[in-house]
């Protein structure tokens, strides 16, 4: 057999390399690696180019076997401390840098790598000790300067990180990363268009940089330009067209402020398109590292039965999930760990509460009295935090209300095993849909019973999820076939605890919002990507009907997004744009104070208010309500009937709903009557115990009845 030219095959994989033909290089080193002499450089190389296509894991792989031939290879080195900080294995990639700066303590890249590990596991004091261990013959390199710019973004000194930035961008040594980063403090101060000239200028310096076509897409998407959000991701596909989120990013997306009902239509036929063609596309493959879009979150905003777009999507996410859950479960099984037998009768119910969310916002708010109220003679309560959930005083609060307090890892093998080292015999998940990549929890299987419920107001689609926790008195007739998971309808009209310390309404008149005194105020107090341009037509009429109210909005935190929305209102009800107040974005207690300034409040249609109704009802206001056909417009309706409100100011058309707000701005008299019967009755809705009860007698009845099958 002739004897391999090594040298010429590291020579011609080389120049592939260069050429960025990843997939050309790879035959040529895995010749190149049956050469003892030439193995590590091998598999180095080789690692390399399956990291700059993005398969990180088997990158990692490669790596590792290399520096087990030779720890002091620093290519191999700095190749594999870049994987696991890409995957997001902080500990362990800073540990490789810092062997890295102990073999070469000049070494530019790895004391930048060191900073970029302290900064993502939020240790500030170690990122100041690292600038200031910075060689000095290195403080004027590019690594140094981004460094200084990201730890005063860390501080909150963002104007001084953009001007370092940038009085940096016009030196020589200036690379895409400097735009990049500039792009990503622009993006925190909501300077879209500033962030959107400066990541196209690190895209011309690397145009075939992913995550840098990813930011672009993102930036699109929050102005609400969905054609070259899509364009850009497009762009992003074409470099690895393996990858299922950057195909589903560029065709499942919705704008932020839709135009028009008939670009909602277009944008859900460009949904059933791009999911008809992943459907049948076997080369797809996750690649988890890539950013995936929120493809189904906007679904509920249209009034319409997403049941079967949901399974479809759900059924998708398996498919293309099925390596890595048979990896997962076959590694974990030849461990033996699977031998949890729930213990229903001698223990107490272990019930776990997953999400992202539990932190200051209104998903806390939705859980925190089910969590501080259920019988802890009976049930052990573990609060599960999802990677990258804030740190805030809220989020003490709730944790201080559980019995195990679990963070999870950033790591899908870890997150496997974290949640089934639990044990659990329910988990539930309040707010899927709400997290890239969190459709995977419920297929992990951690846990016998699987549920969720109203933190997401519709059906998750996932086959993986067995109830769907609902109430009474908040469902239409016929509900059970809008969900995939079995639909629970717990006795009463709400389905949640509603804990009222978590509000306090303050007494600030409307002189603190620059809110005139001599008219009617009607608030519209919601999220404005909530409000369905069908509803600019029924503002039109109350504008009509009642040319001296004045309308309130609260404007989007982007203010792009307040910009078109009042853009398609000017085009649609001219007359409620003229009558229009918006005001910025505010705190939670200003927000309720606002609520009762307001003379009425309007609930949007089709997808109307969830947390905000419980705000609003401690404050008096009125709130009109069109009662539709799925859970997420049905809350406030509920509501009234709960409270038992006479003459409650629930419609059935668009026609009456404008007619009730007319009848009710015109007499004083009723509108009273409503606030004082809704300030009376408002402790009907507060802190009830008995859904806590309610859905304790489920979760006792469901896990006994769980041991039964598995008997």
Request: include cysteine; hydrophobic fraction near 40%; charged fraction near 25%.
């Amino acid at each position: 057999m002739p004897s391999i030219d090594c040298q010429a095959l590291l020579d011609a994989a080389k120049d592939e390399f260069a050429k960025q033909d990843y997939i050309k290089a790879i035959p040529l080193l895995v010749k190149l690696i049956k050469d003892k002499d030439y193995r590590v450089k091998g598999l180095s190389s080789l690692g390399a180019c399956l990291f700059y296509l993005s398969h990180y894991r088997a990158a990692r792989v490669f790596l590792e076997r290399a520096l087990i031939i030779d720890a002091g290879y620093l290519p191999a080195r700095h190749n594999l401390a870049s994987t696991l900080y890409t995957l997001k294995c902080y500990e362990q990639a800073d540990r490789e840098f810092c062997a890295i700066i102990q073999m070469n303590p000049e070494d530019d890249a790895a004391w930048q790598g060191r900073y970029h590990c302290c900064s993502a596991l939020g240790r500030i004091d170690e990122c100041r000790s690292i600038l200031l261990g910075w060689p000095k013959a290195l403080q004027t390199s590019p690594t140094f300067v981004l460094a200084s710019a990201q730890l005063l973004r860390l501080e909150g000194k963002k104007h001084e990180a953009i001007q370092q930035l940038h009085n940096f961008a016009g030196s020589e040594h200036a690379g895409a990363e400097v735009y990049a980063l500039m792009c990503e403090i622009f993006h925190e101060t909501h300077r879209l268009q500033d962030s959107l000239k400066v990541i196209r200028k690190a895209i011309s310096l690397q145009p075939n940089n992913i995550f840098y076509l990813c930011m672009e897409a993102n930036i699109h998407y929050l102005c609400s330009d969905v054609d070259k959000c899509s364009k850009a991701f497009e762009d992003a596909a074409r470099l690895h067209p393996r990858s299922a989120a950057l195909l589903l990013n560029q065709h499942l997306l919705f704008p932020v402020i839709p135009t028009s009902s008939h670009q909602i239509d277009e944008c859900r036929a460009r949904f059933n398109y791009g999911l008809n063609m992943a459907e049948t596309m076997p080369q797809l493959e996750l690649v988890y590292e890539h950013p995936m879009s929120l493809h189904t979150f906007s679904l509920a905003y249209h009034n319409k039965d997403d049941r079967g777009l949901l399974e479809r999507y759900s059924a998708l996410m398996r498919k293309l999930a099925a390596p890595l859950l048979s990896h997962l479960h076959q590694a974990r099984s030849e461990l033996g760990a699977f031998n949890h037998v729930p213990k229903f009768e001698t223990d107490k119910l272990r019930i776990g509460f997953l999400s992202k969310h539990f932190y200051g916002h209104s998903n806390t708010i939705a859980f925190q009295g089910l969590i501080r109220l259920l019988n802890r003679d009976q049930f052990n309560i573990y609060l599960i935090h999802v990677h990258g959930s804030l740190d805030d005083d809220v989020r003490k609060e709730l944790d201080s209300f559980a019995d195990h307090v679990i963070y999870l890892s950033n790591d899908l093998s870890d997150i496997y095993n974290q949640l089934h080292d639990l044990e659990l015999d329910i988990l539930y998940f309040t707010d899927l849909g709400m997290t890239p990549y969190d459709f995977l929890f419920p297929f992990f299987r951690s846990a016998p019973i699987q549920i969720t419920g109203w933190g997401i107001p519709h059906t998750s689609g996932n086959d993986s999820v067995d109830y769907y926790i609902s109430s009474d008195g908040i469902e239409p007739e016929g509900a059970d076939s809008l969900y995939t998971e079995k639909l629970v309808r717990l006795p009463g009209g709400l389905p949640c605890c509603c804990y009222s310390a978590s509000f306090e309404v303050a007494d600030i008149g409307r002189e603190y919002f620059f809110l005139p005194h001599h008219c009617k105020l009607v608030g519209c107090l919601q999220s404005l990507h909530k409000l369905h341009p069908d509803f600019d037509h029924l503002l039109e009429d109350i504008a009509l009907r009642n040319p001296d109210a004045i309308f309130v909005f609260v404007g989007d935190e982007y203010d792009v997004s307040t910009e078109r929305f009042l853009q398609r209102l000017a085009t649609f009800a001219p007359s409620a744009r003229d009558q229009t107040i918006v005001l910025k974005k505010m705190s939670r207690g200003e927000y309720q104070a606002l609520c009762k300034c307001m003379d009425l409040l309007l609930d949007p249609i089709y997808y109307g208010s969830g947390i905000t109704f419980f705000e609003a009802v401690l404050s008096g206001t009125p709130i009109i309500t069109l009662e539709g056909s799925y859970l997420r417009s049905r809350v406030v309706a509920a509501g009234y009937r709960e409270m038992a409100i006479i003459n409650a100011p629930i419609t059935q058309s668009l026609l009456e709903y404008a007619e009730v707000v007319h009848e009710l701005l015109e007499h004083d008299d009723k509108r009273c009557s409503l606030r004082r019967q809704i300030l009376n009755q408002k402790h009907r809705i507060f802190n009830r115990a008995d859904y806590v009860r309610h859905f304790e007698q489920f979760c006792i009845a469901a896990s006994k009845g769980a041991l039964n099958c598995n008997e």
